[in-house]
């Protein structure tokens, strides 16, 4: 009886405070002007890339397919978590309705799963490239490339309607205040009055599926690359394939080392700075050097890119 009292004494959160990067206004007028540019130039990239691909025959490829899904993922990925950290800098300390919360979550898991998966399809492309080029044909064909990339996505949608039911199902009872730019798995745990241990286990599972498989696959499949490139007899060659099995790999592994240490850890994570910290890492830096790295960099894109520019 007293039980069912104090459960019902309990006032439902109906609004969470998300207190953003900095309380100081000085410092939050620089970071506004930073973060919308970075925003915008986040945009233009990966809207150039999806414009080129799909206007020109020769970049139909599954390679440029793959860039082209992610320059799509991209451009939704960093507008579900920008727009909060932008109006957090403008206004300060900002109210979002417990709904609005929730479904912010729902995007920001199913995008960032659907990120990992596709990120390990696209080595896998490569490797198959270079290391089984006379299979490739077969090996990428349309079904296999289609059932890849659909796999991605419907796999983030599976698995973030999961964990985002479980963290919705939670208690909170107050406090209500939220040290970070987005709702975010984390400081949405901290917050509840109910036991978490089950929902915190579900996270930490899909975590190490998600990301640390997605990972392996990643790491054997440049690994494979590397052996075959050292094996290659022109030394120009092996220069090019280097040169761009680095580049990847470096933003491979700036985004699954941050989105590893937050989310693969069977523990809630206490140190909500760092978090952000981290959070701006694989939310804002890496979907705008995507684009370069794997793409603005490419000889082929480049020769389409020059040539759209003439013809115009």
Same mark, same amino acid.
């Given at each position: 009886?007293?039980?069912?009292?104090?459960?019902?004494?309990m006032?439902r959160v +109906? &609004?969470?405070?998300?207190?953003? %990067?900095?309380?100081?206004?000085?410092?939050?007028?620089?970071?506004?002007?930073?973060?919308?540019?970075?925003?915008?130039?986040?945009?233009?990239?990966?809207?150039?890339i999806?414009? %080129?691909?799909?206007?020109?025959r020769?970049?139909?490829? @599954?390679?440029?397919?793959?860039?082209?899904?992610?320059?799509?993922?991209?451009?939704?990925? $960093?507008?579900?978590?920008?727009?909060?950290l932008?109006?957090?800098? *403008?206004?300060?300390?900002?109210?979002? =309705?417990?709904?609005?919360?929730?479904? +912010?979550?729902?995007?920001?898991?199913?995008?960032?799963?659907?990120?990992?998966? %596709?990120?390990?399809?696209?080595?896998?492309?490569?490797?198959?490239?270079?290391?089984?080029?006379?299979?490739? =044909?077969?090996?990428?064909? @349309? +079904? /296999?490339?289609?059932?890849?990339?659909?796999?991605? *996505?419907?796999?983030?949608?599976?698995?973030s $309607?999961i964990k985002?039911?479980?963290?919705?199902?939670?208690?909170y009872?107050? @406090?209500?205040?939220? !040290?970070?730019?987005?709702?975010? #798995?984390? =400081?949405?745990?901290?917050l509840?009055?109910?036991?978490?241990?089950?929902?915190?286990?579900?996270?930490?599972i899909?975590?190490? /599926?998600?990301? *640390?498989?997605s990972?392996?696959?990643?790491i054997?499949?440049?690994?494979?690359?590397v052996?075959?490139?050292?094996?290659?007899?022109?030394?120009?060659?092996?220069?090019k394939?280097?040169?761009?099995?680095?580049?990847?790999?470096? /933003? #491979?592994?700036?985004f699954?080392?941050?989105?590893?240490?937050?989310?693969?850890?069977? !523990?809630?994570?206490?140190?909500?700075? %760092? !978090?952000? $910290?981290?959070?701006?890492?694989?939310?804002?830096?890496?979907?705008?050097?995507n684009?370069?790295?794997?793409?603005?960099?490419?000889?082929? /894109?480049?020769? $389409?890119? &020059?040539?759209?520019?003439?013809?115009?």
């Amino acid at each position: 009886m007293e039980r069912s009292l104090e459960l019902g004494n309990m006032t439902r959160v +109906q &609004h969470f405070v998300l207190l953003g %990067l900095s309380t100081s206004l000085g410092i939050r007028d620089v970071l506004f002007a930073v973060f919308l540019t970075l925003y915008l130039l986040t945009l233009l990239e990966n809207t150039l890339i999806i414009y %080129l691909i799909c206007s020109h025959r020769e970049l139909h490829k @599954p390679m440029y397919f793959f860039l082209g899904n992610l320059s799509c993922l991209e451009m939704c990925y $960093v507008s579900v978590t920008m727009p909060s950290l932008l109006v957090g800098l *403008w206004t300060g300390p900002c109210h979002v =309705p417990f709904t609005t919360c929730m479904t +912010q979550l729902f995007f920001f898991i199913s995008l960032i799963c659907t990120e990992c998966t %596709l990120l390990a399809s696209m080595a896998y492309d490569r490797y198959v490239a270079i290391c089984h080029p006379l299979h490739y =044909p077969l090996l990428m064909r @349309p +079904q /296999v490339f289609l059932g890849l990339a659909m796999t991605s *996505w419907f796999g983030g949608l599976l698995v973030s $309607v999961i964990k985002t039911a479980c963290i919705a199902s939670l208690s909170y009872c107050g @406090p209500n205040v939220l !040290n970070h730019f987005f709702c975010d #798995v984390s =400081p949405l745990l901290n917050l509840s009055c109910t036991h978490v241990a089950l929902t915190e286990l579900v996270d930490f599972i899909s975590a190490i /599926v998600i990301l *640390w498989g997605s990972l392996i696959i990643a790491i054997a499949s440049y690994v494979a690359i590397v052996r075959a490139v050292l094996h290659m007899p022109s030394a120009a060659a092996r220069c090019k394939a280097f040169s761009t099995c680095a580049s990847h790999l470096i /933003v #491979v592994g700036i985004f699954y080392s941050a989105t590893i240490f937050i989310y693969a850890r069977p !523990n809630r994570i206490e140190a909500m700075d %760092l !978090n952000k $910290v981290l959070s701006v890492i694989y939310t804002v830096v890496t979907p705008m050097c995507n684009p370069v790295i794997y793409c603005l960099r490419n000889k082929e /894109v480049q020769a $389409v890119f &020059h040539r759209t520019i003439h013809s115009s």
